[in-house]
């Protein structure tokens, strides 16, 4: 008799991406970028440059955060935010041995991923744990931490992984359904939004969360045409047309920002982004063990104001014992870097040691 296995058929061989001319384009094309641990090589010559991989995301202000939270071994620590787990990774690397980091995260597809690698990174089930909540929840896993956190850090940006793959639909540079959710999952696509809204209530979100100063003329246009406006590059177009023709080709920089400009907007329109931050603001306290320390990183005027608020009357009604007096950002050589620090503002606050303030 045969033996069966013998007779089996070997595997095929995968053959890799295939794309037209000498580099890939697009995002599910570039192969070595989402194969970081196999083309280590390659991944570092395009960080070199300043760039982030396709499928990664650079963490930012890594130090400063560091220097801000002071972790050490055997602490409880919270990245609200988990996003792809650079800043997680920092801190695990302090508080083990003995220490516990919580990751959570809104997002269901890089929640995975991110505990995936971590775990492929020798970190068990003891000194990291995830769970799939947004931030504004964080009450929510205090019963299991044994008394909240040493640690806690809240990076507000919308992660790279998120705005490079098209099919998230967070990008205007390639075509993409217009969805902007961070949770895929739950709630309405952005293009949902757009066909259910009025003009004035578009322009008033373009206002109000981007500081659009075209927001009558882009509402407007985007207005004209919302119920065939399914598409990122869809909306991209929309807001070109809205833009003044008088402006040159000089000026394309500028419509590039008020198209990015739209896209945060609606971006924070749909996830309800200001809410959520004021409910994790709001339950931050709580979640903080004596002497524990928050470093929140915003890349919005509207994000850092109401961090700043936040702070301040914390501190003035003794829930905190001290909170910085000035903005941290990225370091010059980190803008140049990494171009997407450009934005970022770092904020902090400590609570007394008795869990109140002593003036």
């Not at 935010?81 to 997680?88: D, K, Q, R, S």
């Not at 961090?307 to 050589?333: C, E, H, K, M």
Request: hydrophobic share 35%; glycine share 8%; proline share 6%.
């Amino acid at each position: 008799m045969t033996d069966p296995e013998s007779s089996q058929a070997p595997p095929l061989h995968k053959r890799r991406v295939r794309y037209k001319g000498k580099h890939p384009q697009k995002f599910n094309e570039k192969y070595k970028e989402l194969n970081p641990e196999r083309y280590a090589d390659e991944v570092a010559r395009i960080i070199q440059t300043g760039k982030t991989p396709a499928g990664m995301h650079r963490s930012i202000c890594v130090e400063e955060i560091l220097k801000i939270l002071e972790p050490h071994p055997g602490q409880t620590a919270l990245d609200a935010t988990l996003g792809y787990g650079g800043h997680a990774q920092a801190i695990l690397e302090r508080i083990t041995p003995g220490g516990c980091l919580w990751g959570i995260d809104v997002d269901p597809v890089e929640i995975k991923r991110t505990e995936a690698r971590l775990r492929g990174a020798g970190y068990t089930q003891e000194q990291f744990k995830t769970r799939l909540i947004n931030f504004a929840g964080i009450s929510k896993i205090l019963p299991d931490t044994g008394g909240g956190f040493d640690i806690i850090l809240a990076d507000l940006g919308v992660s790279s992984m998120q705005l490079d793959d098209p099919a998230r639909g967070f990008t205007f540079k390639q075509e993409g359904p217009l969805d902007l959710r961070l949770n895929p999952g739950r709630g309405k696509p952005a293009s949902a939004w757009l066909a259910a809204m009025s003009e004035k209530d578009f322009e008033h979100i373009l206002r109000v969360n981007a500081d659009e100063p075209f927001a009558q003329g882009i509402a407007r246009s985007v207005f004209k045409c919302r119920q065939a406006i399914v598409t990122t590059t869809a909306l991209a177009d929309a807001v070109r047309r809205a833009l003044p023709r008088a402006m040159s080709e000089k000026d394309e920089e500028e419509r590039t920002r008020s198209i990015r400009r739209t896209f945060q907007a609606l971006r924070i329109a749909v996830n309800d982004e200001f809410l959520v931050l004021e409910q994790f603001l709001r339950h931050l306290p709580a979640c903080l063990k004596p002497c524990g320390r928050a470093a929140v990183l915003t890349f919005h005027s509207g994000e850092d104001a109401r961090v700043v608020r936040s702070f301040q009357a914390g501190v003035a009604s003794g829930l905190y014992a001290q909170t910085g007096r000035d903005p941290i950002v990225a370091t010059r050589q980190e803008r140049y870097d990494n171009p997407r620090s450009k934005s970022a503002i770092l904020r902090w606050v400590r609570r007394g040691s008795d869990g109140a303030a002593h003036g």
